[in-house]
């Protein structure tokens, strides 16, 4: 059974980096499938923030992009989120999720519990 | 960006009866990659359907997704207990990028 758990500050100062990593169990991520992160501000909708293949590729959300960086690390069976100059808008709980690639999209078949990030002083 | 709109915001019905959420894009979804997830408070989103109408696994079959093009719909044939959650709708581009709708929450009236 493949199992994802967010991990990281629940608390972040604005205009500092928040960092967030998902570790997997259940399923080696160099065995492929895209992995990545995705967000909901309290009460509201959810957010695609970014994805990284098992190879390294990445994919960012144009609204993001210039903030946000995704990375993999295979040896721990591992990846994490950074997000610069966080302000009270980046608060929300945050997502790790597998991605699923065929011929019917992109889509997220294994979610993560969800860890809540709060960008406060 | 596709952006989509999913209606109505809350749906109130009772168990037993069908329910009917409809989800619009605003641009021809590409190759129908149309998903719907599930979820419920303090959980994570369950991924029901993809590529608009394949229920995924475990997925009973109460739930069935249809449309094409810009409009897509996910219909449950009777509502049970379990099922009043709040339901998104997400499509994939080729840019890559994935967007989701605003949700449609069924409760019970």
């Known amino acids: 059974q493949v199992q994802l758990q967010e991990s990281g500050p629940g608390l972040v100062k604005p205009s500092e980096t928040l960092s967030l990593t998902c570790a997997v169990s259940?399923?080696?991520?160099?065995?492929?499938?895209?992995w990545g992160w995705i967000r909901q501000p309290p009460g509201k909708g959810l957010e695609w923030i970014a994805s990284?293949?098992?190879?390294?590729?990445?994919y960012y959300n144009p609204s993001l992009k210039s903030r946000v960086t995704i990375s993999v690390d295979t040896s721990k069976n591992q990846f994490s989120l950074k997000v610069s100059s966080v302000t009270a808008a980046d608060t929300a709980v945050y997502f790790c999720?597998?991605?699923?690639?065929?011929?019917?999209?992109?889509?997220?078949?294994?979610w993560g519990q969800g860890t809540l990030v709060t960008v406060s002083s | 960006e596709i952006v989509l709109t999913q209606s109505p915001g809350t749906l109130s019905l009772s168990p037993g009866e069908r329910a009917t959420l409809s989800c619009r894009a605003s641009q021809r979804v590409t190759s129908n990659y149309l998903a719907w997830y599930q979820q419920k408070p303090g959980q994570a989103p369950r991924l029901l359907m993809f590529?608009?109408?394949t229920r995924a696994t475990g997925i009973p079959d109460r739930f069935s997704g249809s449309g094409s093009g810009t409009d897509f719909t996910l219909t449950i044939s009777r509502l049970e207990p379990e099922d009043f959650a709040v339901y998104y709708c997400q499509q994939y581009d080729s840019s890559p990028r994935l967007t989701f709708g605003g949700g449609t929450k069924v409760e019970i009236k």
């Open positions: 990284i293949y098992q190879s390294g590729s990445t």
């Open positions: 590529g608009v109408s």
């Open positions: 999720a597998r991605t699923k690639s065929d011929n019917s999209g992109w889509y997220q078949d294994y």
């Open positions: 259940g399923y080696s991520i160099s065995s492929g499938f895209f």
